[in-house]
C-alpha cells in the first residue's frame, strides 16, 4: 500500500511534503512552493519573524482568521507579515555595497 495522501487544509487538494509547509497557526500542511523558481501553488505564506529571527508559517486561513468560533485563537495565529517582508516570486535584487 502507498503512503496516505495529506489534502491541504486550505483547498483540499492533494499534498505532499516537497511542496508544502505546516502552518504554525492551525497544525496543518498546506500548499507552498519552497524555490522561487518552481512553479507551483500557494495557499499560504512564510516571512522572516525579526524578532526571533526565524522563519514563520501560516496557511490562508490563519492568516485570515477574524474571531469566528471555528477560527484559531488569537493567540495561536502567527501574524500576518508585513507588505515588504511578504515573499515575491521577483527576481531579488541586492545593492552593492
Known amino acids: 500500500m502507498g503512503q496516505p495522501v495529506e489534502t491541504c487544509v486550505v483547498c483540499g487538494e492533494a499534498v505532499d511534503e516537497t511542496n ?8 496543518r500542511r498546506y500548499h507552498l512552493v519552497l524555490r522561487q523558481d518552481e512553479p507551483g501553488k500557494d495557499c499560504g505564506d512564510v516571512w522572516i519573524n525579526e524578532a526571533f529571527m526565524s522563519l514563520q508559517f501560516a496557511c490562508f486561513n490563519c492568516l485570515r482568521a477574524t474571531g469566528a468560533d471555528s477560527a484559531p485563537s488569537a493567540a495561536s495565529v502567527p501574524p500576518a507579515p508585513p507588505a515588504r517582508a511578504r515573499r515575491s516570486r521577483a527576481g531579488r535584487r541586492y545593492r552593492k555595497r
Open 20 to 27: 508544502s509547509a505546516i502552518c504554525q497557526g492551525c497544525n
